[in-house]
């Protein structure tokens, strides 16, 4: 009898698509969190080979703060109809009608009602019962404690002194009715996994990742693309060109590129291999207070 050895990737591969089936099979309302970045773009590529040829047994859920960049949203209402997918977008009108923004009143109040209470907002309406996010163990310290099924209470909190074991691939899915579990399938892949399956897969991912002469301005140290004219300029700032990427996406306020001369997936992967800072170095919101990602969980934040 021949033996067939999966490589690292079609082991990731596998287990994702295993945790997914798994979590249809197992709740009445599941939903996938959609934030348009690579690793959700890997989700999507997943969740449409676990379900295949059947169209896709949960909606796609986008919680919009209305400051993420251009090229993403155009990119996200492009891949909904090229792939038919239900998405539901969800705004914090709350927020909007009392003008929250990151320049007006920094990133962590932004942060906080833009897309943990926007979050909320959009769990409470459509009482979902598990909702996946594209997280990964290696992104941050508060990350490496998550489980793969994690758990929240009818509060949306993480309590990560009181989180369920998970021995090999059982998972525990009991809750009672109002609360929740966050379900990360890409828990275990790491940031060269996530690239080198896009290449391999020819997964389609916005543009930004790609180095391309864009117009920035330093800002303490960060490259802020001037995406539109939102951005108020202080005295003496003046946008200039630099070729730059960015390693992961958020709101283009709070989210720094990075100077790169990447512009193919290869030459993203080689400049991986030879990096040695996290990719989430440029993300504010994971420096805006102390412990600041982990406080964001508890509170709810995905």
């Known amino acids: 009898m021949t033996q067939t050895r999966l490589t690292h990737l079609k082991a ?3 287990e994702s698509i295993h945790i997914m089936r798994e979590v249809v099979a ?16 890997v989700m999507l590529h997943l969740a449409l080979k676990a379900f ?31 792939l038919g997918l239900d ?8 927020g909007v009608q009392a003008g929250i923004g990151p320049f007006t009143h920094g990133s962590q109040v932004h942060t906080d009602i833009m897309k943990t209470e926007g979050l909320k907002q959009a769990l409470n309406h459509y009482k979902f019962d598990a909702v996946f996010g594209g997280a990964r163990r290696d992104e941050e310290k508060s990350r490496a404690k998550e489980r793969i099924y994690s758990f929240r209470d009818r509060h949306h909190r993480w309590d990560p002194k009181n989180q369920r074991p998970e021995l090999w691939n059982i998972y525990n899915g009991r809750v009672h009715k109002g609360e929740s579990i ?3 399938p890409l828990s275990n892949w790491t940031e060269l996994d996530v690239w080198q399956y896009i290449w391999l897969e020819n997964i389609p991912i916005v543009d930004l990742y790609y180095a391309k002469e864009r117009p920035v301005v330093v800002r303490d140290g960060v490259k802020i693309l001037v995406d539109d004219d939102r951005l108020p300029l202080l005295p003496g700032e003046e946008p200039h ?18 100077n790169s001369e990447a512009t193919t997936l290869p030459q993203i992967i080689q400049e991986m291999l030879l990096c040695r800072t ?15 990602m982990e406080k964001k969980k508890i509170e709810g934040y995905f």
Request: hydrophobic share 35%; net charge negative; aromatic share 10%.
């Open 12 to 14: 990731l591969e596998a």
């Open 26 to 41: 197992e709740f009445d309302n599941p939903a996938m969190l959609y934030s348009i970045g690579k690793d959700s773009s």
């Open 52 to 82: 295949h040829p059947a169209k896709l047994p949960f909606p796609l859920v986008h919680v919009d703060t209305t400051w993420k960049f251009r090229e993403m949203i155009e990119f996200r209402d492009q891949r909904v109809k090229e």
């Open 87 to 94: 998405l539901l977008v969800h705004i914090n009108q709350e």
């Open 182 to 184: 966050r379900v990360f």
């Open 241 to 258: 060109l630099e070729k730059v990427r960015f390693r992961t996406l958020g709101c283009y306020p709070l989210t720094g590129a990075v």
């Open 278 to 292: 996290s990719e989430r170095q440029g993300r504010l919101i994971d420096s805006d207070q102390s412990g600041s």
